[in-house]
């Protein structure tokens, strides 16, 4: 019974003192780790392959501590159990979860990995992309060529003076001016007679406005309109107003009252079949008494618009020429092209503003 507590506590000493060796190996462990991934993480550029080898190498150093440990202690256990019946069993190996391995896995863990190359070809791809993406983001939203910005101006006026109805000729009602489709014959008409200057004035012919139109004239149109207001030349509103009654007068004619009291039928573009003929494809007209003839078919089509609209022009403006009234045409017609380049071409001709 006393051999055997002698035994018995010969066996615990050589374990505390096992027990101790691999505490302190642990904790130069600890130190080493510690060291090793301060080093690694000013390190970032170092290849994974290298990362492996240090990793591996470390545990191998930890295990063969552990084994060196478990020798002695083994063979400390053999010689103090010579007397005994039969040899003291070796402790089991320690698992895999033992306290030098989560210490080499949680440094592992925290230690900041090295952004890979695989990563840099990805950023460098998404970069490049982002790249091509902004420079075809410049080219689809690059501005191109537009009208000139005062061509929205007058835009916004159009609308105004196009409020009032005594805009459409009397009795036919026409009202191509401010047609939805067709009210860019007013802008058009100001943009090649003024340079959209509703101060423009013409010191040899008199016209003035907007629509340059000889004060006369457009008094006497004004009063057609009902304006509830002295008419004002320089007045853009004003200016249009009298354009688009002029303009529908010129293609839908009108019926005045002659100084004797009775009707007077002045006859427009669409009174002639000939006319009619060139706008809509027929010449057939329509006649009433007291009214102008008219032609039977609406003027829808893009070139039969284009073909009236250049013989209005040349009746708003007495003495232009048949090239005058052929880029009215075309500015009507690519009203919504402005990038065409016949546009372009006779944008650069545009008269300078007089005043």
Known sequence: ??????????????????????????????????????????????????????????????????????????????????????????????????????????????????????????????????????????????????????????????????????????????????????????????????????????AKTGRKGLEPITPAQGGQIAWSLNLHHPYDPFSPVDSLEVAARAINNIIGGATLTGTNGKPTVQPGLESQPENCARYTGSPTIISRAGFPSRCATPVTSPQGQAALVADVYQRWMPGATPVAAQNASVLFENAGHPGNPQVQAILKTLPSSGG
């Open 1 to 202: 019974m006393i051999t055997t507590n002698k035994e018995f506590e010969n066996f615990i000493d050589s374990d505390d003192d096992w027990f101790s060796d691999i505490e302190t190996k642990v904790l130069d462990l600890e130190n080493e780790i510690s060291e090793w991934r301060e080093s690694r993480t000013r390190e970032l550029a170092e290849s994974p392959p290298r990362r492996e080898r240090e990793m591996l190498r470390a545990r191998g150093n930890s295990e063969r501590g552990r084994n060196d440990g478990r020798t002695s202690a083994t063979r400390r256990r053999a010689g103090s159990g010579a007397g005994h019946a039969g040899p003291i069993p070796e402790r089991q190996p320690r698992r895999s979860t033992d306290r030098t391995q989560v210490l080499i896995d949680r440094g592992r863990r925290t230690a900041r990995r090295p952004r890979s190359r695989r990563g840099y070809k990805i950023a460098i791809g998404m970069t490049a992309g982002l790249v091509v993406l902004a420079i075809g983001a410049m080219f689809v939203l690059r501005k191109g060529p537009s009208w000139p910005p005062s061509v929205a101006t007058v835009q916004s006026e159009i609308t105004t003076a196009c409020q009032n109805p005594n805009v459409a000729s009397e009795p036919s009602q026409v009202n191509f001016a401010c047609g939805q489709d067709t009210s860019q014959i007013l802008w058009v008409f100001s943009l090649l007679t003024s340079n959209d200057n509703p101060g423009y004035a013409d």
